[in-house]
């Protein structure tokens, strides 16, 4: 089925451990977004691309990296994960800036 | 810089009526629409457009007024199915507003 997938799905890292989350979308969208949702907080935007080798900075960039090399991929990387970076992270696509957003089943990320 | 939504929660009964407004402080060329079921990812609803043009589905509506960057969403004779936190995005700016949890119960 044409979509979006997160992998993984649930993470525990420790404090300073480093990862990667994926992100693929099959429906040729040139833009992608990475959120994070905390309680009581809705969707805060961290980075996302208008196109494959681009990318910009959201709302809440700090402590996290990215990279859109091919046009169905966008990575999310945590460098040195923190406590703070507890969260549930959904990435999502659209064909342009206009279009609604399809999101990702979400990956659900604690650290301990 | 999030849209502010109003109200936070709604409890409805089954067949009864209500609107979920967003504001913006920034100007807004497009608005979506999303509702999102616990434990789920947000699904969209509904895209209006500078101009009036109004793209989505189901029997949910919604209207934009541009000059007041203001959005408000209408649901009628709601059900159970609408249950679920429903939000608001700038589609220019892909900021979502802050929120508001719908509750229908029989």
């Known amino acids: 089925n044409a979509g979006v997938t997160q992998t993984p799905k649930f993470r525990v890292l420790k404090t300073g451990q480093s990862m990667t989350l994926l992100c693929a979308q099959d429906?040729?969208?040139?833009?992608m977004y990475w959120y994070r949702q905390d309680p009581g907080m809705g969707l805060r935007l961290i980075h996302y691309?208008?196109?494959?080798?681009?990318?910009a900075k959201g709302e809440v960039p700090d402590g996290y990296n990215v990279s859109r090399l091919k046009k169905q991929n966008f990575l999310l990387g945590l460098e040195s994960a923190a406590p703070s970076q507890t969260s549930v992270y959904f990435c999502?696509?659209?064909?342009?800036?206009?279009?609604?957003?399809?999101f990702g089943s979400g990956t659900r990320l604690t650290v301990v | 810089q999030q849209p502010v939504q109003s109200p936070q929660a709604v409890i409805l009964r089954e067949g009864e009526d209500a609107v979920i407004n967003c504001s913006s402080s920034?100007?807004?060329?497009?608005v979506h629409w999303y509702r999102q079921k616990h434990g789920e990812a947000p699904v969209f609803l509904m895209i209006?457009?500078?101009?009036?043009e109004q793209k989505g589905h189901d029997k949910i509506s919604a209207s934009f007024n541009e000059k007041k960057q203001q959005s408000s969403l209408y649901l009628t004779a709601s059900q159970l199915s609408y249950s679920g936190t429903y939000f608001c995005?700038?589609?220019?700016?892909?900021?979502f507003g802050t929120g508001t949890s719908l509750t229908v119960i029989p």
């Open positions: 429906m040729n969208h040139e833009y």
């Open positions: 920034k100007a807004l060329y497009s």
């Open positions: 691309s208008v196109g494959e080798g681009t990318t």
């Open positions: 995005g700038g589609g220019n700016q892909f900021y």
């Open positions: 999502a696509s659209s064909r342009d800036r206009v279009d609604g957003y399809t």
């Open positions: 209006l457009l500078k101009g009036g």
